[in-house]
């Protein structure tokens, strides 16, 4: 908690900062002679910047993983669907092919802190649609499964990438990944969402595919011990 609000604290200081210098430079260019394409350009960057400033100050500091305080009855279902839903919204996403096939279709609950479960949801996803974008458009295919066991719901994300290489296998959420050059992240997202839903009582599996793709089950226990209508 206290990591979270220090954080919360450098990071705001510094986007009230960026937001600012936005302004000075709008100010600055506002006499300036600048072609009509170069005036629009300066603008919209200028513009994606307050934007993204805004968010960082909206971004609440959330209680500490693990914590009982947040957490919520949610419907998992909707808050995944929300989500995807918005993912194929933005560019390059929305060439992306995306299959349902969640059982049961009623709704199912779970209890966790709604941002962190969207937290753990945003790794694997992102993951997903970036092993999609090393592969041809018409390859690409982001399929969602789902499954209730027991007192447990198995949520399968799979894409149909190009894979995790068979020498990474064992290292899948056990260690970090380390980058090629040229390549993002940190090697830890992986760790990171598992350490999220481990801390609500649930835990990820990687099913390898001698093929094609990568699968990625996140099991969680259901709230009361059954799909929601049941």
Same mark, same amino acid.
């Given at each position: 908690?206290?990591?979270?609000?220090?954080?919360?604290?450098?990071?705001?200081?510094?986007?009230?900062?960026?937001?600012?210098?936005?302004?000075?430079?709008?100010?600055?260019?506002?006499?300036?002679?600048?072609?009509?394409?170069?005036?629009?350009?300066?603008?919209?960057?200028?513009?994606?910047?307050?934007?993204?400033?805004?968010?960082?100050?909206?971004?609440?500091?959330?209680?500490?993983?693990?914590?009982?305080?947040?957490?919520?009855?949610?419907?998992?279902?909707?808050? &995944?669907?929300?989500?995807?839903?918005? #993912?194929?919204?933005?560019?390059?996403?929305?060439? *992306? +092919? @995306? $299959?349902?096939?969640?059982?049961?279709?009623?709704?199912?609950?779970?209890?966790?802190?709604?941002?962190? &479960?969207?937290?753990?949801?945003?790794? #694997?996803?992102?993951?997903?649609?970036?092993?999609? *974008? +090393? @592969? $041809?458009?018409?390859?690409?295919?982001?399929?969602?499964?789902?499954?209730?066991?027991?007192?447990?719901?198995?949520?399968?994300?799979?894409?149909?990438?190009?894979?995790?290489?068979?020498?990474?296998?064992? +290292? @899948?959420?056990?260690?970090?990944?380390?980058?090629?050059?040229?390549?993002?992240?940190?090697?830890?997202?992986?760790?990171?969402?598992?350490?999220?839903?481990?801390?609500?009582?649930?835990?990820?599996?990687?099913?390898?595919?001698?093929?094609?793709?990568?699968?990625?089950?996140?099991?969680?226990?259901?709230?009361?011990?059954?799909?929601?209508?049941?």
């Amino acid at each position: 908690g206290m990591a979270s609000s220090i954080w919360g604290h450098s990071i705001r200081g510094y986007a009230i900062s960026i937001r600012e210098l936005v302004r000075n430079l709008r100010a600055d260019f506002e006499g300036a002679f600048l072609l009509s394409r170069k005036r629009n350009s300066l603008d919209e960057k200028l513009a994606r910047i307050e934007k993204l400033t805004t968010q960082i100050l909206e971004r609440p500091v959330i209680e500490p993983l693990g914590s009982d305080k947040g957490a919520e009855n949610l419907p998992v279902y909707n808050l &995944l669907k929300e989500r995807v839903k918005q #993912l194929v919204q933005t560019e390059p996403y929305e060439a *992306l +092919k @995306v $299959e349902w096939n969640l059982h049961p279709e009623t709704e199912v609950i779970v209890r966790c802190h709604p941002q962190w &479960l969207r937290r753990a949801l945003d790794i #694997l996803l992102d993951n997903a649609v970036e092993a999609l *974008l +090393k @592969v $041809e458009p018409a390859r690409r295919r982001l399929i969602i499964n789902s499954k209730v066991v027991g007192n447990k719901v198995d949520i399968a994300i799979t894409d149909t990438g190009p894979g995790i290489p068979p020498e990474l296998h064992d +290292k @899948v959420l056990r260690e970090q990944i380390k980058k090629k050059p040229g390549e993002s992240g940190t090697g830890i997202g992986l760790l990171m969402a598992q350490a999220i839903i481990n801390a609500y009582g649930g835990d990820i599996n990687y099913l390898p595919d001698e093929k094609e793709g990568t699968t990625m089950v996140v099991s969680l226990p259901l709230a009361g011990g059954a799909p929601a209508g049941n």
